[in-house]
């Protein structure tokens, strides 16, 4: 089965801006609900946002909500994470999959993780 792959992360200023993207090139997983997760150095994965296979129905971990917004654009086969007033607590490496909703949050359907983007917030 073919990766998502992740781009977009980089160093930034608390307070500032990254936009991540999540390409599926295969289209491999258009029917599918994706999610973003992060994992910071020594902890555990965790889910982050994720939204349906039509682009509906956004689902926010509490500590983002109000701060990052996720979208998908399913011509161009990409889901997307705006992500503002990052705070340091941000940093980690985000990773994108495909997924399933159930109580209120989205879990990985599977174990394909790609290279994830590295999220830096420091100043």
């Known amino acids: 089965q073919v990766q998502l792959v992740e781009s977009g992360g980089g160093l930034v200023q608390p307070g500032g801006s990254l936009r991540l993207s999540c390409a599926d090139a295969?289209?491999?997983?258009?029917?599918?609900?994706l999610a973003w997760f992060r994992q910071a150095p020594g902890k555990e994965r965790e889910f982050v946002a994720g939204?349906?296979?039509?682009?509906?129905?956004?689902i926010y971990t509490d500590s983002v909500k109000g701060r990052f917004t996720i979208s998908r654009d399913s011509a161009k086969n990409t889901v997307f994470l705006q992500m503002n007033s990052l705070k340091p607590e941000d940093t980690a490496v985000y990773y994108c999959?495909?997924?399933?909703?159930?109580?209120?949050?989205?879990?990985?359907?599977?174990?394909?993780w790609g290279q994830g983007t590295q999220v830096t917030v420091s100043s």
């Open positions: 999959n495909a997924a399933s909703y159930g109580g209120g949050t989205y879990r990985p359907i599977n174990d394909l």
């Open positions: 295969g289209r491999t997983w258009s029917n599918y609900a």
């Open positions: 939204v349906s296979w039509s682009g509906t129905n956004p």
